[in-house]
């Protein structure tokens, strides 16, 4: 069910990125292609209306007035431009063609009949679009950009419309090649990039994937954990309401071992809001500058007695009279936790050292005990959420399997390390090493 969901997901995403990328490169590839077009173009767009403008037909275009006849250009002018008269018929780069009232050519000869023919065949004059640029591509292949003004009246001359036209088959030919460059390209990085999208979605999603996993069977081990005493706090009140007329004295062990799980209940509810604080990054640390041995030597105090009261006994090695800064809550609540596990996992006879020792940057925290020990393969899991090891199940200790995941979390808060190691002959080593700043 899951891992459908998840399947989608990376499915729906791919579709969207497979789609926007498409998108991205036909805009990218539209906007490049009518630049180059533009710019193949523009030269002879420019030069076309030049040569009209040269030869007085755009200034002088639709008045009828006689001063307002083609004008002689400038000179000099026309020297720079290819003049049409001077080029071999039909060959010309600007072509002036000249056409009558009823669309027919009247300067055949002039053009050549090549181009005469192609036009006469193909080519209908519009006048709807006069003194714009325009471009035609004939039945025969040959692309054209032309531009038409109307010819001053002279009473003369047939000539109504003058067209200057220029073959572009050379630029068409260049646009054209560089479109399918264009579409090849564009489709290559495509599809390059949809693999590359994939690929970094694989990447972005599994740490939001595992996080995910992560957080379900955080909830799924929670509910479990919370349900167990709940239950038997449930058995035993049933069982007492069975036994209405009976005195208190008569059931101490049901409400003994209710209030025991409801203790068990608050200790892991706070656990886990304190974790979930951490989760969401909403706990700050409250440093002061504390002297260490003085300090750890406060905390470990009442534990000597419950663990004289357990047959066991706490030894201490406090080097060093060192300051550090540190938040003493969390510290003290790190230590605790220690402490607690070592009393917990070790039995009558057993001993728990705490040693601390300073270096330049550094103070070290060692809490040592000779107790059952943690299995070597189990040593990176002890931190996990939950986590007990089986052998801890069996023991009446109550743990919640939360305390070493707060500790590494403080740790973590304090920028330190810690590492849990084998003790010689038996036991662990719990060993933090947290700066002095
Ligand atoms: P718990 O509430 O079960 O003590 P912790 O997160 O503190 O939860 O510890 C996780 C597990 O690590 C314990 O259940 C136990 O199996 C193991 N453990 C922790 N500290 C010790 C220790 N000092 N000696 C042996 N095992 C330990």
């Not at 009828?64 to 060959?91: A, I, Y």
């Not at 692309?143 to 200057?164: D, E, G, H, N």
């Not at 605790?336 to 009393?343: A, M």
Request: aromatic share 8%; hydrophobic share 40%; charged share 25%.
């Amino acid at each position: 069910m899951k891992k459908t969901i998840e399947k989608k997901q990376q499915r729906r995403f791919f579709i969207y990125n497979m789609i926007s990328f498409a998108l991205i490169f036909l805009a990218f590839g539209f906007i490049i292609y009518f630049q180059v077009q533009n710019s193949l173009y523009s030269g002879v767009d420019r030069d076309l209306l030049r040569q009209a403008e040269i030869r007085g037909a755009i200034a002088g275009a639709g008045s009828s007035d006689e001063t307002n006849r083609l004008k002689e250009p400038p000179v000099g002018e026309l020297d720079k431009l290819p003049n049409p008269v001077s080029m071999p018929k039909g060959q010309g780069r600007f072509v002036p063609i000249e056409w009558d009232a009823q669309g027919d050519i009247l300067n055949k000869d002039e053009i050549g009949t090549q181009l005469a023919d192609e036009l006469s065949s193909d080519f209908k004059l519009t006048t709807s679009k006069l003194e714009t640029v325009q471009s035609v591509t004939l039945s025969s292949g040959s692309s054209f950009r032309y531009v038409v003004y109307k010819a001053p009246s002279i009473a003369s001359t047939q000539v109504r419309y003058i067209q200057f036209i220029s073959r572009v088959d050379a630029e068409k030919q260049l646009a054209e090649n560089f479109g399918r460059i264009l579409i090849i390209c564009s489709i290559s990085f495509w599809i390059l990039s949809i693999f590359a999208s994939y690929y970094l979605s694989q990447k972005a999603m599994s740490p939001i994937l595992a996080s995910w996993k992560k957080q379900t069977e955080f909830v799924a081990n929670a509910s479990h954990e919370l349900r167990t005493p709940l239950t038997i706090i449930q058995n035993k009140l049933e069982l007492l309401l069975t036994k209405p007329n009976e005195r208190i004295i008569d059931q101490m062990e049901p409400i003994a071992l209710s209030l025991s799980e409801i203790r068990h209940l608050t200790k892991m509810t706070s656990d886990l809001l304190l974790l979930s604080r951490a989760d969401s990054n909403a706990t700050m640390l409250t440093k002061e500058k504390v002297q260490l041995n003085h300090f750890i030597a406060e905390i470990i105090e009442p534990y000597q007695e419950i663990a004289a009261s357990l047959d066991m006994k706490i030894w201490t090695n406090l080097e060093s009279d060192a300051f550090a800064e540190i938040d003493p809550v969390r510290i003290q609540q790190l230590l605790v936790i220690l402490l607690d596990n070592s009393l917990k996992y070790s039995s009558a006879g057993d001993s728990i050292g705490i040693i601390t020792s300073v270096s330049e940057h550094h103070w070290q925290l060692e809490v040592r005990d000779t107790g059952q020990g943690i299995d070597k393969e189990n040593r990176e899991k002890i931190f996990e959420r939950f986590y007990r090891e089986e052998k801890s199940r069996n023991r009446e200790t109550g743990g919640t399997g939360l305390g070493l995941s707060i500790a590494k979390w403080i740790v973590e808060l304090h920028h330190g390390k810690m590492n849990v190691l084998e003790n010689e002959p038996k036991g662990s080593i719990f060993q933090i090493r947290l700066p002095l700043k």
